[in-house]
C-alpha cells in the first residue's frame, strides 16, 4: 500500500513516500481543475498534498482553499468556519458585534460551546485595531466596502488561532495576509520614496520657502504628497545633472 494514504505519516518522512508524493502531485497538478498556484507545480502540490494528509481531508479541498500570497500559504477565512463547525470539538461558530456602530469600539467576536457546554469566546476585532493596523487604508482593502463580513471573517480567524491552531497549522486567512502584506509594500514604498526626497534635496537649489514645504512633507508624513515633491525636484535638477 502506498505510504501517502497512510494518515500519521509525512510524504516527506521517507524516501519512498516522497516518491509516491511526487506521482501523485504530477497527476493532480496536471489537472484543468486546480487552482492557478497549483497547475503544473508539482512543489506546490506537493505541500497541498501534506497539508491534506495531516488534516485528513482531500487534496483538492486543500487546493481549493489554500492560496500563495507572495510565497506565504495562507487558508480561505470559509474554510476555517468550515473546518471549526466540522471538527467535532465544538457547537457551530456564532458572531456577536458589540460596541456603538461606526465608534472605534464597535467591533464583533466569535464565539461557540464545546462538547461540555464551556462557552469559548475569541477576541473582540474592533474598528480601532483596524484602522491601528492600517487595514482599513490600504488600496482596494475589503474593510471599505464590506466590513461587517469582514469582521466576521478576521473574528473566526482569531478563534481558530485561540482554540483550533491544530486546524490553522500555524497559517493565517487569505485576508490577513493580503492586509500585511499590502501594508508592509506600501511602507516600503514610502521609505524608498523620502529617501529618493532626500537625495534630489541634495542636487537642487531651492528657495527657503519650497525647502521648507519639502521639509515638511517628509516630517508629516504627507504620503500623498511624495510624488509631487519628487516630480517637482526633479524638474529642479541642472540640465547636466
Known sequence: MSNIVKADQSIFS??????????????????????????????????????ANRLKIS???????????????????????ASINSCGRFKPLRFEFVGTPKSDDYGCRAYTED????????????????????????????????????????????????????????MQTVDEVKDVVSTIDAEYEDVTKTDKINELLKLVELTDEEKDSINRIVKDKETVSYDKAIKFLTSKLPKDA
Do not use: C, H
Not at 14 to 19: K, L, M, P
Not at 21 to 50: C, F, H, W
Not at 119 to 143: D, F, Q, Y
Open 14 to 51: 521517507t524516501i519512498a513516500s516522497f516518491e509516491d508524493g511526487q506521482r501523485i502531485a504530477k497527476g493532480l497538478a496536471s489537472s484543468d481543475l486546480v487552482p492557478a498556484a497549483y497547475k503544473n507545480n508539482i512543489p506546490n502540490t506537493m505541500i497541498a498534498l501534506e497539508m
Open 115 to 170: 462538547l461540555d457546554g464551556n462557552k469559548l469566546i475569541g477576541p473582540t476585532v474592533t474598528w480601532l485595531m483596524v484602522k491601528s493596523e492600517g487595514w482599513l487604508s490600504k488600496a482596494g482593502s475589503k474593510w471599505q466596502t464590506m466590513p461587517e463580513l469582514m469582521f466576521q471573517y478576521r473574528a473566526a480567524s482569531f478563534f481558530g488561532r485561540l482554540y483550533a491552531p491544530d486546524i490553522l497549522k500555524g
Open 59 to 81: 487534496p483538492f479541498e486543500v487546493m481549493q482553499n489554500l492560496d500563495i500570497i507572495k510565497g506565504k500559504p495562507s487558508w480561505s477565512s470559509t474554510f476555517i468556519i
